[in-house]
């Protein structure tokens, strides 16, 4: 399994940007995805999770209605949707495969990451 981040970039606060997950393998359709972010210094965290059929999504409080996540199982594509994004949401964005189904929301539920993409807002 490879997954392959992109649609980072630098932005000014109060703008969008779309984040892509493409994957290879066969079996992106049958395990929860996740986006999670981590900024210079500090720990790795949950941005937002969606269930292998996509009828099950989550988001941190930090980002909830700004962001929206959705994946496409045909192109095997995960997708982050990021508007109104202020100087906090710096950082490298990260795409994950889950281990199950169902999404979760802790890093230890992931066992495939994607290199990283790096997102810049200034103020």
């Known amino acids: 399994v490879q997954l392959q981040a992109s649609g980072g970039g630098l932005v000014q606060a109060g703008g969008s940007l779309r984040l892509s997950c493409a994957a290879s393998?066969?079996?992106?359709?049958?395990?929860?995805m996740g986006w999670f972010r981590q900024a210079p210094g500090k720990e790795r965290e949950f941005v937002s999770g969606?269930?292998?059929?996509?009828?099950?999504?989550g988001y941190a409080d930090s980002v909830k209605g700004r962001f929206t996540i959705s994946r496409d199982n045909a192109k095997n594509t995960l997708y982050l949707q990021m508007n109104s994004l202020k100087p906090e949401d710096t950082a490298v964005y990260y795409c994950a495969r889950g281990r199950t189904l169902t999404m979760h929301t802790t890093v230890a539920e992931y066992n495939y990451w994607g290199q990283g993409t790096q997102v810049t807002v200034s103020s």
């Open positions: 393998g066969s079996t992106f359709s049958s395990r929860a």
């Open positions: 969606i269930s292998w059929s996509g009828g099950t999504t």
